[in-house]
């Protein structure tokens, strides 16, 4: 009497067969439906899409300018011309409406965009462009805040103060002003230019500033995200030089003291920090006779901390 074969790929019952079967035809079918549905989303956007653009006149006369406008790409700029203005670009579902809006109460000119639905991925970016001019007369005595959520923001000119916030998104300012404020929540931030004070704070993304002079006082604080610092040689911070990152690289460039044009310092006064790290000085130290120096603070929690010479 011959032996029952053993259960195997060539004796297996036909239960488990058809159970495989089964399988297999769900994934062909699966693969055959997920192409099919992006062809289908993706001819409907195409067919759904429409674009529209505006541009609105800016007050003549405003003491102080606010932008908030999410899921979109911001330009801040200033303009020789006489005339304020607002304009923006829109490609995108034809379901959306979206239009500008300008607000003036007491004095205070709020610009932002209607009409347009959430995006919790910020893939508006790549459909709406916001840009606001403001003529370079007015600029120079205003304070401008922008305020954003998954936005790319960027502001270019001379103005008095100016304060750029967003949850999700990406600060980038080359200006002159009296003050300088950028915060993320979530993204990254780029400064460049000559300013009195400058403030970056990020909870979780990088901060890059690069040739960016200070006359009084530069802080930075990162929960989480790296720091290259590189400063300009028109002026130093006679307050100094505080930078504090949790978790991440600082690197901070500073010009050598001869090369400022306009500063009375005769050094850097160093105090360097780090719990977990290395800590690499390549610049000299002023003398303890020194009577005006600069004052530079850094401090990681996790990484490394260094200061060289541009």
Known sequence: MSSPSTPGPAGMNPGARLVIRLIIAAIAVIALILPLTG???DFTKRVNTYETSETVDLPE?????VVDASNARVRIVTTPGKT???SFHYRGSSAEDP???VDVSGGVTTVGLTGLGDSMLGSNNDRVTLTV???ESQAQELDVTSTSNFARTSIDGTYRGIVAETNSGYLEADVVADSLRLQTSTGAVRASGSVGTADFDTQFGAVEIDDLSVAKKLTVDTDTGGVEARLGTRTLPTEGIDING????VELFVPEIVDVEDTEATGYRLSTRSTSGRVDIAIDEAPASAEVVIP???DATSGSVSIEYL
């Open 296 to 298: 530079i603070t850094l």
């Open 246 to 249: 949790k978790t991440g690289a």
């Open 99 to 101: 239009a500008v809006s």
């Open 39 to 41: 062809a289908i989303i």
């Open 61 to 65: 006369t405003m003491s102080e300018l």
């Open 84 to 86: 304020g203005s607002v």
């Open 133 to 135: 001019e403001v003529p």
